[in-house]
Each structure stands twice: as C-alpha cells, then as structure tokens.
C-alpha cells in the first residue's frame, strides 16, 4: 500500500548528509511528515467513518462547590484511533514500531466534554504516540471542572453522581464515532489509580453509549461517564452530630431537678445559649445552595425548638408552683383533671407526691422571697397549738373581761390566730398548685421526651435508607 512511498522517501533521504544523515527516528519523522495534510480526516476512502476509542480513569476528587453546582476532578484520558497517513514500513526504518510526535502536526478529532464550565489546571503533553500501523495514541491527564447536579439533603451521607459526556463538537457518526477502548465491566470496577484518602469516596465510573440527533438528519455519538462518589461522613458526625446530640441529652437530665427549683430554668437557658453558640460554629460547614436546606440543617432547626419548649415548660412549671400571697384556690375541675386522672394514668402515687412535697414542711425554712415553695402534707400539731391558744384566750376573756390589759392581750393573740390561719391558708393553696405543678411536670417531662425518641426515630431511619440506596 504504502511501498512505493516509502521507496521514494528512502531515496530522497538517502542523499542527505550532515549529522542527521544516519538518525533512523529524524528520517522517519521526514517520511511521516512529507506531504501530511493536518487539517483533513485520515482517511483514504472519505465513506469510512475514523473510530476513536477512549478511556477515563479517575485519579482524585478535588472540589465539590454545592453551592455553584461545580465538581472538580483529575482524571487520566486516554483516546486512540487509526491514521492511515501514518503508517510505515519498520524493516525501512531499522525496526522502529512506534514514534513520537508533536500533536500539533497532526490531526486530532474535536472530542470535548459538554459539561465543561471551567478551564482547568491541566498539564499540557504536546506529544503522541504512533505506531507503524497508523494507531495513534493520545494520553493526558485532565483536571475537569464541570458542572454537576448536587444533592446535598442526605448531607453528610449523601452520594453524589456526576457525569462527563465525551462526544465531537461538529462530526457526525458518518465522520467521526467513538467506543470504549475496554469493556464497562472493567471502568467501573476501576480504581487502580485513585487516591482514596480524600473526603469522597469513589464507588464506580459508569459507562454508556448513545447516538443522537438534533434535526433528525444527522445523527451524533456521545460516551458518558456517570462518576459516582460517596462522602465519609466520619468528620461530620463527630463535630456536628455528637455535640447535638449530647446536649438534647442534658436537656432531658435537666427534667430531674425539682420543679420548684429556679436552678432548672437557669440551666436550660444556658443549654439553649450553648446550643446556639454551637449553630453559629457550624454554619460555615453546612453546604448551602440556592434550592434547598440539607436535613441536617433541619434537624438542628428542630433541636433548637425544642429546647425552646423545654425551657417554655420549665417557666410554666416554676411560675406554677411560685407561692403567691393572693393565689386563688385550684380549680375543682383542675384537681379532678390532673390530681386524681392524670396520677392514674401517669402511675403517680399519692405518697409519692407527698414525700416530696414534706421536704419542706418546717416553718423556719419557709422563704418568702424565694421561688421555693415549702409546703407539708400534715398540719396537726400547728392545727393543735393554735386550737390550745384560742382556749387560752377564751379562759382569759372570762375571767378578767373588764380588765384594759386583758383586752389588749385578747386583741393580739386574736391578730395572731388570723395570722396563723391566713399562714396556714397559703401553704394550703402552695401545697395544692405544687401537688399540680409536679403532677403536670412529669406529664410534659414524658411527653417531651416521646417526642424527642420519635423524632431521632425517624431521622434515623430516613438516613439508614438512603445510604442503604
């Protein structure tokens, strides 16, 4: 085929004289030069489309920008095909099989990936490899910054599928088609070259072969590769999981201090201020796009509020049982409501509530300016003292009646009854709204915390699924 061509350059070659005279690849590069047209397909027969075979292994993950919508990869591209131009005889040429040459000698198909949004970084090879056959063989790495639909509501469990779409820009099936240059068993299961110590993982590298057409006339071919990779989510789940997750747990322990203690309220606000301090931290780690909030984001939404209402609850408890001069009596209905059927339905027993409420049933120890109620479950021996000075007052009151000492004596020992009385009154009503205030304190204290499992429930079974998917 090519004999004749390669008599004549042989010829011409010969006569050359100088230090290039007896350079074997400098005679072969003369050959393969004379005459090549760069800007035609090589083809001899113009109805034979040129084959370009190629590959793709991924070599690191560098970026992935969520908020852009951008991944940044360095893959390793390979693409041969057949140059007929090219082809020579090795027993001509001391038998030389391969040579290289500058690329931009020769023609090179218009092979891109549609994705692209960036140039990148790339290291430029201005060589290929030929063979004596004609194949030519291109190799480079690329770093590709392409764009890229990301999903980041499973954020940080989230997998990612990203696809690079080789095709020509201009040539039609008729001119130009592309293959796989190994078999899509073999580039998925790949991964030979990555460097798996980043923040992603790669699973596979999925292949597919399409042929299209725009105006139905003229058809295009087009390989993509779906790059699928995974995020070790170890990183995040120490940093923003766990702490979350430890201080919902504080706030739960928080629920066994006493009711009637204002420590509890100050506890959960410095809980609540911990916790937000802790969210300003971590916004900047969070990925933020324009369409959409990562679940991790609303769980810590919903962690806040409910530490809110657990702070809430803590209030009303402890503005419930505060002892009040001018507190009125509680409700029948209240008692019948939360004394009697919520203590049946919360297993409560009667001697539970009054072991704790007697804690504070001595009068020394009775604050009035302190949000601690101190109230007692039996009044009798305060019930009998008074009861011996009343009698004492009416002895002294039938005796000497007429006597002006006597009266003033009768006047304070009766303001000192009311007084009593009217003392014995408010830890009456205290001891009824602390009674109410416990009761109502272990109704919500298991309500929030049947909330709280339910919630941890269910996000963590939407998260087991999806990474499972």
């Known amino acids: 085929m090519y004999g004749a061509v390669v008599t004549c350059s042989v010829k011409k070659l010969g006569n050359n004289t100088g230090r290039f005279a007896n350079a074997t690849l400098v005679r072969l590069n003369e050959f393969l030069s004379a005459g090549y047209k760069k800007g035609v397909r090589p083809v001899r027969d113009w109805r034979q489309s040129t084959t370009v075979a190629i590959d793709l292994m991924v070599y690191a993950i560098l970026n992935v920008d969520e908020k852009n919508q951008v991944l940044t990869t360095y893959v390793w591209y390979r693409q041969q095909w057949i140059d007929e131009f090219l082809a020579w005889d090795p027993e001509e040429f001391d038998d030389v099989k391969q040579i290289s040459i500058p690329t931009a000698n020769i023609w090179v198909p218009d092979i891109l990936i549609n994705e692209f949004v960036d140039v990148g970084k790339s290291p430029e090879i201005p060589y290929v490899y030929v063979g004596h056959t004609g194949l030519v063989r291109n190799y480079k790495p690329i770093q ?22 080789f095709q020509s820009w201009l040539h039609t099936t008729k001119d130009i088609n592309i293959t796989l240059m190994r078999t899509p068993e073999e580039v998925m299961n790949d991964k030979s070259v990555f460097m798996n110590q980043g923040e992603w993982e790669l699973l596979h590298v999925l292949s597919t072969y399409k042929e299209f057409s725009i105006d139905h006339d003229d058809y295009y071919a087009e390989m993509k590769f779906h790059v699928v990779i995974r995020r070790r989510p170890l990183f995040y789940t120490v940093n923003l999981l766990l702490p979350s997750v430890f201080l919902m747990v504080m706030d739960i322990v928080g629920f066994y201090l006493p009711p009637d203690s204002g420590e509890r309220v100050s506890f959960k606000i410095t809980l609540l201020l911990g916790y937000s301090v802790f969210l300003i931290i971590v916004s900047d780690t969070l990925p933020a796009t324009a369409i959409g ?22 209030v009303l408890i402890v503005r419930l049982v505060h002892k009040q001069d001018l507190q009125s009596r509680v409700p029948q209905w209240v008692k019948h409501l939360v004394l009697e059927k919520a203590t049946v339905l919360l297993c409560i027993r009667n001697k539970k509530v009054c072991s704790i409420l007697s804690q504070g049933s001595d009068l020394p120890l009775y604050k009035e300016n302190n949000m601690n109620t101190a109230v007692h479950c039996n009044h009798h021996s305060s019930k009998g003292s008074r009861e011996s000075e009343r009698n004492l007052g009416l002895g002294l009151s039938t005796r000497d009646s007429g006597s002006p000492v006597m009266d003033g004596i009768l006047r304070e020992i009766t303001t000192i009854r009311q007084f009593l009385e009217k003392k014995d009154e408010s830890r009456e009503i205290a001891k009824e709204w602390l009674q109410v205030g416990y009761v109502l304190d272990v109704l919500l204290f298991r309500v929030y915390l049947l909330t709280v499992l339910a919630y941890s429930i269910t996000l963590g079974t939407l998260w087991s699924v999806w990474q499972n998917v």
């Open 144 to 165: 590709v910054v392409t764009a890229c639909s990301l999903n980041i509501y499973n954020f940080p469990y989230d997998v990612q599928k990203c696809s690079l779409t």
């Open 293 to 314: 909030t990562p679940l991790i984001g609303v769980y810590f939404v919903v962690c806040m509020a409910l530490l809110v209402i657990s702070l809430t609850e803590s």
